[in-house]
């Protein structure tokens, strides 16, 4: 059995190894997608989130920041969970399937101008990549995908694949917390 203690140490090494390689291999990305949220915000735009589990709690969090504030006071930026609607998550898994639950709601909602970001760590979650595939069906909207590593589906759909360069789920979502906050904070600034 592994001591606490050694658990604290390599967990905490590997979390500084993967943010390293994170800020060499997706700083670029982080820039740009925060410039699509921008921009999108900037024309009337809206920034939509969604995933599932840590990632639903991500997608949250993301649209409170736009919608609240991060740092600053200032107006409320648009943004949306698509995780939230306990009513529209149910009916459309109980009449189309689970697999629908963000592709409606991107259907609904999303207009050209839009920013539309599908969380999954391992970029093959079949709710996330119907979602961003009827993102890319509409014309004039921008794809954002935060992965891990592999990025697959979810990558291959995206206008921006944020792809943190590790296998490990916790040190997946760890990045996606910081790029998350970074795109907040970069929109605020250039919006407050």
Request: charged fraction near 20%; proline fraction near 3%.
């Amino acid at each position: 059995m592994t001591a606490p203690a050694d658990t604290i140490e390599s967990t905490i090494a590997e979390h500084l190894r993967v943010v390293e390689a994170f800020r060499t291999s997706c700083s670029g990305t982080i820039e740009a997608i925060a410039e699509a949220c921008i921009e999108a915000v900037r024309n009337g735009g809206k920034v939509c989130f969604f995933g599932n589990g840590g990632s639903a709690a991500d997608a949250q969090h993301f649209a409170a920041e736009f919608v609240v504030r991060f740092v600053r006071n200032r107006k409320a930026l648009p943004s949306i969970a698509f995780t939230t609607d306990t009513s529209i998550l149910t009916a459309c898994a109980n009449d189309f399937g689970y697999d629908d639950v963000f592709a409606r709601q991107v259907e609904a909602l999303c207009r050209p101008g839009d920013v539309v970001v599908g969380i999954s760590t391992s970029g093959t979650s079949a709710n996330v990549v119907r979602g961003l595939e009827a993102a890319r069906a509409i014309d004039g909207v921008v794809t954002v995908a935060f992965t891990g590593e592999k990025g697959a589906r979810c990558a291959e759909l995206a206008d921006h694949a944020l792809c943190v360069p590790s296998p490990i789920t916790a040190r997946v979502q760890e990045c996606h917390l910081i790029a998350g906050h970074l795109i907040c904070d970069l929109a605020e600034e250039a919006l407050a």
